[in-house]
T-cell receptor, first 117, second 114 residues
Framework: AQSVAQPEDQVNVAEGNPLTVKCTYS??????LFWYVQYPNRGLQFLLK??????LVKGSYGFEAEFNKSQTSFHLKKPSALVSDSALYFC???????????????FGTGTQLKVEL | KAGVTQTPRYLIKTRGQQVTLSCSPI?????VSWYQQTPGQGLQFLFE???????NKGNFPGRFSGRQFSNSRSEMNVSTLELGDSALYLC???FGQGGVETQYFGPGTRLLVL
Protein backbone atom coordinates (compact mmCIF):
# COMPACT_ATOMS: atom_id res chain seq x y z
CA ALA A 1 0.00 0.00 0.00
CA GLN A 2 1.14 3.51 -0.59
CA SER A 3 0.34 6.73 1.20
CA VAL A 4 1.25 10.37 1.52
CA ALA A 5 1.14 12.54 4.59
CA GLN A 6 0.74 16.28 4.77
CA PRO A 7 1.56 17.11 8.38
CA GLU A 8 0.24 20.67 8.35
CA ASP A 9 -3.46 21.44 7.98
CA GLN A 10 -2.69 25.09 7.39
CA VAL A 11 0.33 27.17 6.48
CA ASN A 12 0.37 30.94 6.88
CA VAL A 13 2.92 33.10 5.11
CA ALA A 14 3.30 36.77 4.34
CA GLU A 15 3.22 37.89 0.72
CA GLY A 16 6.71 38.09 -0.70
CA ASN A 17 8.11 35.51 1.71
CA PRO A 18 9.13 32.01 0.64
CA LEU A 19 6.64 29.25 1.25
CA THR A 20 6.97 25.53 1.88
CA VAL A 21 4.18 22.98 1.99
CA LYS A 22 5.33 19.64 3.33
CA CYS A 23 4.66 16.15 2.04
CA THR A 24 6.12 12.78 2.96
CA TYR A 25 5.37 9.53 1.19
CA SER A 26 5.42 5.81 1.72
CA UNK A 27 5.61 3.50 -1.30
CA UNK A 28 6.82 -0.01 -1.91
CA UNK A 29 8.41 0.72 -5.29
CA UNK A 30 9.45 3.80 -7.21
CA UNK A 31 7.69 6.95 -6.04
CA UNK A 32 5.67 8.86 -8.60
CA LEU A 33 4.65 12.09 -6.91
CA PHE A 34 2.33 14.94 -7.81
CA TRP A 35 1.19 18.27 -6.46
CA TYR A 36 -2.25 19.68 -7.20
CA VAL A 37 -3.94 22.89 -6.09
CA GLN A 38 -7.63 23.45 -5.50
CA TYR A 39 -9.29 26.83 -5.42
CA PRO A 40 -12.74 27.21 -3.80
CA ASN A 41 -15.51 25.50 -5.74
CA ARG A 42 -13.07 24.31 -8.37
CA GLY A 43 -11.48 21.05 -9.38
CA LEU A 44 -7.83 20.17 -8.94
CA GLN A 45 -5.18 21.91 -11.01
CA PHE A 46 -1.96 20.08 -11.78
CA LEU A 47 1.16 21.89 -10.57
CA LEU A 48 4.07 19.50 -11.05
CA LYS A 49 5.23 15.92 -10.83
CA UNK A 50 8.28 13.81 -10.09
CA UNK A 51 8.77 10.62 -12.04
CA UNK A 52 12.53 10.32 -12.26
CA UNK A 53 15.55 12.52 -12.83
CA UNK A 54 16.44 15.80 -11.17
CA UNK A 55 15.41 16.07 -7.56
CA LEU A 56 14.27 19.66 -8.07
CA VAL A 57 11.14 19.78 -10.18
CA LYS A 58 9.82 23.03 -11.60
CA GLY A 59 6.14 23.50 -12.20
CA SER A 60 3.43 26.01 -12.95
CA TYR A 61 3.02 29.49 -11.45
CA GLY A 62 6.57 29.59 -10.07
CA PHE A 63 6.19 26.54 -7.87
CA GLU A 64 8.85 23.90 -7.49
CA ALA A 65 9.25 20.78 -5.41
CA GLU A 66 12.23 19.00 -3.99
CA PHE A 67 12.32 15.22 -4.02
CA ASN A 68 14.37 13.74 -1.19
CA LYS A 69 14.62 9.98 -1.29
CA SER A 70 16.42 9.54 2.02
CA GLN A 71 13.79 11.57 3.87
CA THR A 72 10.92 10.25 1.68
CA SER A 73 9.75 13.81 1.20
CA PHE A 74 8.44 15.89 -1.66
CA HIS A 75 7.98 19.42 -0.32
CA LEU A 76 6.37 22.12 -2.43
CA LYS A 77 8.13 25.47 -2.50
CA LYS A 78 7.87 28.93 -3.94
CA PRO A 79 10.48 31.66 -3.48
CA SER A 80 8.01 34.52 -3.15
CA ALA A 81 4.38 33.93 -2.18
CA LEU A 82 1.43 35.82 -3.63
CA VAL A 83 -1.96 36.42 -2.06
CA SER A 84 -3.42 34.66 -5.09
CA ASP A 85 -1.53 31.48 -4.09
CA SER A 86 -3.97 31.06 -1.19
CA ALA A 87 -5.67 27.74 -1.84
CA LEU A 88 -5.79 24.09 -0.80
CA TYR A 89 -2.76 22.06 -1.86
CA PHE A 90 -2.70 18.30 -2.27
CA CYS A 91 0.25 15.98 -2.54
CA UNK A 92 -0.45 12.68 -4.29
CA UNK A 93 1.33 9.46 -5.16
CA UNK A 94 0.51 7.52 -8.28
CA UNK A 95 0.20 3.79 -8.36
CA UNK A 96 0.91 2.66 -11.84
CA UNK A 97 -0.93 -0.59 -12.10
CA UNK A 98 1.47 -3.07 -13.66
CA UNK A 99 -1.24 -5.64 -14.34
CA UNK A 100 -3.71 -4.17 -16.78
CA UNK A 101 -2.24 -0.69 -16.70
CA UNK A 102 -3.82 2.48 -15.47
CA UNK A 103 -3.06 4.98 -12.80
CA UNK A 104 -4.59 5.57 -9.41
CA UNK A 105 -3.82 8.62 -7.32
CA UNK A 106 -3.66 8.43 -3.55
CA PHE A 107 -3.95 11.88 -2.02
CA GLY A 108 -2.81 13.46 1.19
CA THR A 109 -5.30 15.25 3.40
CA GLY A 110 -4.45 18.64 1.96
CA THR A 111 -2.80 21.78 3.32
CA GLN A 112 -4.60 25.10 3.32
CA LEU A 113 -2.17 27.83 2.33
CA LYS A 114 -3.02 31.35 3.43
CA VAL A 115 -0.90 34.18 2.09
CA GLU A 116 -1.47 37.51 3.83
CA LEU A 117 -0.48 41.03 2.91
CA LYS B 1 -7.63 22.64 -26.01
CA ALA B 2 -10.75 22.39 -23.89
CA GLY B 3 -10.37 20.92 -20.44
CA VAL B 4 -12.33 18.22 -18.70
CA THR B 5 -16.00 19.10 -18.43
CA GLN B 6 -18.50 17.74 -15.95
CA THR B 7 -22.25 18.08 -15.86
CA PRO B 8 -24.20 19.00 -13.95
CA ARG B 9 -22.17 21.21 -11.65
CA TYR B 10 -24.64 20.97 -8.79
CA LEU B 11 -27.27 18.45 -7.83
CA ILE B 12 -29.70 18.04 -4.96
CA LYS B 13 -31.27 14.64 -4.42
CA THR B 14 -33.10 12.87 -1.63
CA ARG B 15 -32.18 9.63 0.07
CA GLY B 16 -33.06 6.55 -1.91
CA GLN B 17 -32.91 8.26 -5.29
CA GLN B 18 -30.31 7.57 -7.90
CA VAL B 19 -28.10 10.00 -9.76
CA THR B 20 -26.02 10.03 -12.94
CA LEU B 21 -23.05 12.31 -13.42
CA SER B 22 -21.33 12.96 -16.73
CA CYS B 23 -17.72 13.64 -17.68
CA SER B 24 -16.19 14.60 -21.01
CA PRO B 25 -12.42 14.14 -21.10
CA ILE B 26 -9.83 16.26 -22.83
CA UNK B 27 -9.79 15.54 -26.55
CA UNK B 28 -7.51 12.58 -27.24
CA UNK B 29 -7.61 11.27 -23.68
CA UNK B 30 -8.96 7.77 -23.40
CA UNK B 31 -8.70 7.17 -19.67
CA VAL B 32 -11.26 8.61 -17.27
CA SER B 33 -11.01 8.30 -13.51
CA TRP B 34 -13.53 9.29 -10.87
CA TYR B 35 -12.79 10.53 -7.35
CA GLN B 36 -14.98 11.44 -4.40
CA GLN B 37 -14.03 14.37 -2.17
CA THR B 38 -15.58 14.79 1.27
CA PRO B 39 -14.44 16.78 4.30
CA GLY B 40 -14.20 13.63 6.38
CA GLN B 41 -12.59 11.14 4.00
CA GLY B 42 -10.72 13.50 1.71
CA LEU B 43 -10.09 12.51 -1.88
CA GLN B 44 -10.76 8.87 -2.67
CA PHE B 45 -10.43 6.96 -5.91
CA LEU B 46 -13.65 5.43 -7.20
CA PHE B 47 -12.76 3.79 -10.51
CA GLU B 48 -11.00 4.22 -13.83
CA UNK B 49 -12.28 3.49 -17.32
CA UNK B 50 -10.26 2.93 -20.44
CA UNK B 51 -11.55 1.83 -23.84
CA UNK B 52 -15.07 1.37 -22.43
CA UNK B 53 -13.81 -1.05 -19.77
CA UNK B 54 -13.38 -0.57 -16.07
CA UNK B 55 -9.66 -0.95 -15.55
CA ASN B 56 -9.31 -0.22 -11.84
CA LYS B 57 -11.67 0.08 -8.91
CA GLY B 58 -11.47 1.63 -5.47
CA ASN B 59 -13.13 0.49 -2.26
CA PHE B 60 -16.67 1.68 -2.75
CA PRO B 61 -19.91 -0.30 -2.52
CA GLY B 62 -21.62 -1.62 -5.59
CA ARG B 63 -24.09 1.28 -5.50
CA PHE B 64 -21.37 3.22 -7.25
CA SER B 65 -20.96 2.27 -10.88
CA GLY B 66 -19.79 3.79 -14.08
CA ARG B 67 -19.41 3.33 -17.76
CA GLN B 68 -17.51 4.76 -20.66
CA PHE B 69 -18.66 5.33 -24.18
CA SER B 70 -16.83 4.89 -27.45
CA ASN B 71 -16.05 8.62 -27.56
CA SER B 72 -14.36 8.28 -24.13
CA ARG B 73 -17.09 10.22 -22.35
CA SER B 74 -17.93 8.66 -19.02
CA GLU B 75 -20.85 8.55 -16.66
CA MET B 76 -20.99 7.49 -13.06
CA ASN B 77 -24.14 6.37 -11.34
CA VAL B 78 -24.97 6.18 -7.67
CA SER B 79 -28.07 4.22 -6.76
CA THR B 80 -30.04 4.29 -3.52
CA LEU B 81 -28.43 7.49 -2.36
CA GLU B 82 -27.40 7.88 1.25
CA LEU B 83 -26.72 11.07 3.18
CA GLY B 84 -23.04 10.16 3.24
CA ASP B 85 -22.87 10.28 -0.53
CA SER B 86 -22.97 14.06 -0.36
CA ALA B 87 -19.65 15.05 -1.85
CA LEU B 88 -17.79 16.70 -4.66
CA TYR B 89 -17.32 14.15 -7.44
CA LEU B 90 -14.29 14.80 -9.59
CA CYS B 91 -13.52 13.35 -12.94
CA UNK B 92 -9.98 13.23 -14.33
CA UNK B 93 -8.66 12.25 -17.72
CA UNK B 94 -5.34 11.14 -19.14
CA PHE B 95 -4.08 9.63 -22.37
CA GLY B 96 -4.14 6.10 -20.96
CA GLN B 97 -1.26 4.99 -23.14
CA GLY B 98 0.71 3.40 -20.36
CA GLY B 99 3.23 4.41 -17.77
CA VAL B 100 2.72 7.06 -15.16
CA GLU B 101 0.51 9.80 -16.54
CA THR B 102 -0.69 13.14 -15.34
CA GLN B 103 -4.41 13.22 -14.64
CA TYR B 104 -6.26 16.43 -15.45
CA PHE B 105 -9.31 17.19 -13.40
CA GLY B 106 -12.65 18.72 -14.20
CA PRO B 107 -14.44 21.27 -11.98
CA GLY B 108 -16.47 18.59 -10.27
CA THR B 109 -20.12 17.92 -9.59
CA ARG B 110 -21.29 18.84 -6.11
CA LEU B 111 -23.95 16.42 -4.93
CA LEU B 112 -26.11 17.14 -1.91
CA VAL B 113 -28.26 14.32 -0.59
CA LEU B 114 -31.12 15.38 1.68
Amino acid sequence: AQSVAQPEDQVNVAEGNPLTVKCTYSVSGNPYLFWYVQYPNRGLQFLLKYITGDNLVKGSYGFEAEFNKSQTSFHLKKPSALVSDSALYFCAVSAYILTGGGNKLTFGTGTQLKVEL
Amino acid sequence: KAGVTQTPRYLIKTRGQQVTLSCSPISGHRSVSWYQQTPGQGLQFLFEYFSETQRNKGNFPGRFSGRQFSNSRSEMNVSTLELGDSALYLCASSFGQGGVETQYFGPGTRLLVL
